[in-house]
């Protein structure tokens, strides 16, 4: 069927264009090279896809203005789907084809009435994209009836929501209202407070000035008294060591007159030098010398006033006074320090020491380190420490002072009928702690 000359009553459909000007884009890449018209040679190496999309414009034109293009590409049309293309030839659009195939063949083939084809594909495209439009407009609608529902709903909530934070606001603001006044009376019960200690600090800080005062004239009414108090006992302590000196020199000048004698007695008896004391006489173990000890601390007054005795004789029993002082260390530290403690004491007082250990079941004699104007002995095989001690008592010349350290009663009792004074191992102990 030849072309005749149709004219569309619009511009074609852009659907039906994409249609016609894909199917020029195939045939184009399938024709030889001369018959490919010049304005297309430069997109025909191009791949389908994108020939399609940047050469859209120059091959929609030349389906327009090449006649022979156009063919070729209808040929395809004729291979590729016949009975479209035969139905289409005569004019005729089949029900059950897609509109869009229909409109882009007849555009292509030319037949007679091809242009009110394309019309009516247009005509149907448009139809159904008013209808659409339509459906989406209606969805539309009712969505935005949806949202302003919901946007009903949810003021109504912010609302009630907001009517309830403003009420407790204000409930909260008229708290702070009360506890702001409240706040108030209180501070201006503070400053009234404030002001009223001010006074009685003032007050007192006035007094204490005034109490200064009087104590500053006091302190130097007192201060003057006591240098008259002082004065006077200046006088009366220059008086008393002049009454002193005399008294000084008479009681001297009898020691130097008994002195003298008892020297005149010593030769005039021809006495030896005292080389061996009674104590040395009672028989008991001396311990092994194992070097000087080192001195303790200072002894208590009331056993130094008994050590102060001319001539006396301290006997300790070793034993009772360590396990009275130090019953948690072993017997070699006790006896280490007691026989320090007493060489600490002999030095200080000049006092003859002895002490005494229990060695009754020793089968060697223990070293001991005794410092010079101590005496230590062990009791021997068999005898007791205690009876060493009142041996030791009994040796000593009727007249001289002997002191005993000892706990034990019947050691106190016997050296008391022996004549000794008996002391507590705690008296000593405190001694020897000072």
């Not at 297309?40 to 091959?59: E, N, Q, S, V």
């Not at 108030?184 to 006035?206: C, N, P, V």
């Not at 001539?311 to 280490?336: C, F, I, M």
């Not at 020793?362 to 001991?368: G, M, N």
């Amino acid at each position: 069927m030849t072309e005749t000359p149709e004219a569309l009553k619009g511009p074609l459909p852009e659907p039906v264009r994409q249609r016609v000007v894909a199917l020029a884009s195939d045939t184009l890449g399938e024709l030889a090279a001369d018959e490919v018209p010049s304005t297309l040679r430069p997109f025909a190496r191009f791949a389908p896809g994108r020939r399609a999309r940047l050469a859209a414009t120059p091959l929609a034109a030349a389906l327009e203005s090449d006649i022979v293009f156009r063919q070729r590409v209808s040929e395809r049309i004729r291979s590729a789907v016949p009975d479209l293309a035969e139905a289409v030839g005569h004019g005729q659009a089949p029900p059950a084809a897609d509109p869009l195939d229909v409109a882009a063949a007849a555009f292509l083939l030319r037949p007679v009435g091809w242009a009110k084809i394309v019309d009516d594909v247009a005509d149907h495209l448009e139809r159904e994209a008013l209808a659409q439009t339509s459906g989406a407009e209606a969805e539309t609608v009712a969505r935005l009836r949806e949202q302003v529902s919901a946007a009903r709903t949810e003021a109504r909530a912010d609302r009630d929501r907001l009517r309830g934070e403003l009420a407790s606001l204000k409930e909260e603001n008229a708290t702070l209202r009360k506890t702001l006044k409240q706040a108030r009376d209180r501070a201006s019960l503070a400053e009234k407070e404030a002001a009223k200690q001010a006074e009685l600090a003032a007050e007192i800080r006035d007094q204490a000035t005034s109490d200064s005062a009087r104590a500053d004239s006091e302190l130097r009414r007192i201060r003057s008294r006591l240098t008259d108090v002082e004065s006077s006992l200046e006088t009366a302590r220059r008086s008393a060591r002049e009454g002193r000196d005399v008294a000084s020199a008479r009681l001297r000048l009898l020691m130097d007159t008994l002195v003298d004698a008892a020297q005149g007695l010593r030769r005039e008896l021809a006495l030896p030098p005292v080389t061996t004391r009674p104590a040395d006489t009672v028989a008991a173990h001396s311990p092994a010398s194992s070097g000087a000890a080192a001195a303790g601390p200072e002894d208590a007054a009331s056993l130094e006033t008994l050590l102060g005795l001319p001539q006396v004789h301290l006997v300790v029993d070793g034993y009772n006074v360590t396990k009275t002082a130090w019953p948690t260390l072993t017997l070699e530290t006790q006896r280490s320090r007691l026989v320090t403690g007493l060489g600490g004491l002999a030095g200080r007082t000049g006092a003859e020491i002895t002490c005494v250990f229990d060695g009754a079941k020793l089968d060697v004699t223990p070293a001991v380190a005794v410092p010079r104007g101590v005496r230590v002995r062990f009791s021997p095989a068999g005898v007791t420490a205690d009876e060493v001690i009142r041996r030791l008592v009994a040796a000593e010349p009727p007249g001289r002072p002997v002191v005993v350290v000892s706990s034990d009663r019947e050691v106190a009792d016997g050296v008391r009928r022996a004549g000794a004074r008996p002391v507590a191992a705690t008296a000593l102990v405190r001694a020897l702690s000072h």
